[in-house]
């Protein structure tokens, strides 16, 4: 409807975005067959992508003009897919409906929502308030019109249409101000956004790093349990082919890779029971009963460095500790029935011994 008004030889497209740069406010009235209305030759007219609806809605938006969709006889919003790229923002503007059985109260609402808008766009001259008002009071007539208008044109051609204000050709296009709050917004989300990331690698690093130690501490705990092994062996067998000294010295450097490890104390502290090293030899044992409360072993040579020192109680309650905590320990059954035969008790030293035969035969031969 607006195609008289573009004056002859001028690029329409180029005249209809000058006319939408001086709008304050731009309606685009939407009825039910607003989105598939066709042109003279049938096509879709929002698939031309000349058409002048498409092209002004666009312009408004492109320059973020106050863009009030206005749905009239049972019109819905459109779907942005059913739009051209370039107005599909389009469905993201809050409409107004004006409905045939309400157009008094309707139209009315759209006034002042129209009012409204006014008075947060352009500033208005000081030096000239009594036009402020007259423009308003234009726009309030105009917006009536255009609604009008648009009404009959639906109810007799079948198709919405819509009317853009009629540009203020004395007054300058003056700049838009940027919406402080919009920067400020994405700003904030870039800010976040970089923070987020920062805080991503900073994670991945430090799992990085704490990934390389454990593989670093594992690697380290198998070695000198590696070397601990090594050293224990060699203790037992210097120890088991009578070279005691040997043995004190493997199992020493046993104690210090792991000062924890009970049983290189026990061969140790056996070495020096052979050795006829008793106090040494229940020192050891008595720091590996420390370190491992339930090692039979450990309490049943402690007590045969007590018997070789003659403290054969001592021993005698050692060797029933060992049995206590390993019922199948044959060595301790042994070493306990001779003790018992020693000291006179026939009947309970010999039923230890059977058992210790019962348990292992190749025992107290």
Not at 95 to 115: I, S, Y
Not at 117 to 127: D, G, I, Q, S, Y
Not at 294 to 315: C, L, M, P, S, V
Request: hydrophobic fraction near 45%.
């Amino acid at each position: 409807m607006d195609v008289d008004h573009v004056p002859a030889g001028v690029d329409f497209v180029d005249y209809l975005n000058r006319q939408v740069a001086a709008c304050d406010v731009f309606l685009a009235v939407i009825g039910p067959n607003w989105v598939d209305a066709k042109d003279d030759s049938g096509h879709r007219r929002f698939d031309n992508p000349n058409d002048y609806v498409t092209v002004e809605i666009a312009a408004a938006l492109a320059r973020n003009i106050r863009v009030i969709p206005v749905l009239v006889d049972g019109a819905r919003t459109p779907n942005a897919d059913k739009l051209p790229d370039s107005i599909k923002l389009l469905v993201r503007r809050n409409a107004v409906e004006v409905r045939n059985t309400h157009f008094g109260r309707d139209a009315e609402a759209l006034t002042n929502k129209v009012r409204e808008a006014l008075k947060t766009t352009r500033p208005v001259t000081r030096r000239w308030p009594f036009m402020a008002s007259a423009a308003a009071s234009l726009m309030v007539a105009l917006s009536a019109t255009v609604l009008l208008l648009g009404w009959l044109g639906l109810y007799q051609m079948g198709v919405s249409v819509w009317m853009p204000w009629t540009p203020r050709a004395e007054q300058p296009d003056p700049p838009r101000v940027a919406d402080n709050s919009k920067v400020a917004a994405e700003a904030e989300a870039q800010r976040k956004a970089e923070q987020a990331e920062q805080e991503r690698a900073a994670a991945a690093k430090a799992e990085e790093n704490r990934k390389a130690k454990a593989a670093a501490e594992a690697k380290e705990r198998s070695r000198a349990a590696e070397a601990e092994a090594q050293a224990a062996y060699s203790a037992a067998v210097a120890s088991w082919g009578g070279n005691y000294t040997w043995a004190i010295a493997a199992a020493s450097e046993a104690i210090r890779v792991d000062p924890k490890n009970a049983n290189a104390l026990s061969i140790r502290g056996l070495a020096y029971a052979n050795m006829g090293d008793n106090d040494r030899a229940i020192a050891d044992f008595s720091e590996a009963i420390r370190l491992d409360p339930k090692f039979a072993t450990a309490f049943h040579n402690r007590g045969i460095a007590y018997e070789w020192k003659g403290d054969k109680g001592r021993a005698v309650a050692d060797y029933s500790e060992a049995i206590r905590l390993d019922p199948k320990h044959a060595a301790s059954f042994c070493s306990r029935g001779r003790a018992k035969l020693k000291d006179g008790d026939v009947l309970g030293g010999n039923y230890d011994i059977q058992k210790a035969k019962e348990l292992d035969s190749s025992s107290c031969q």
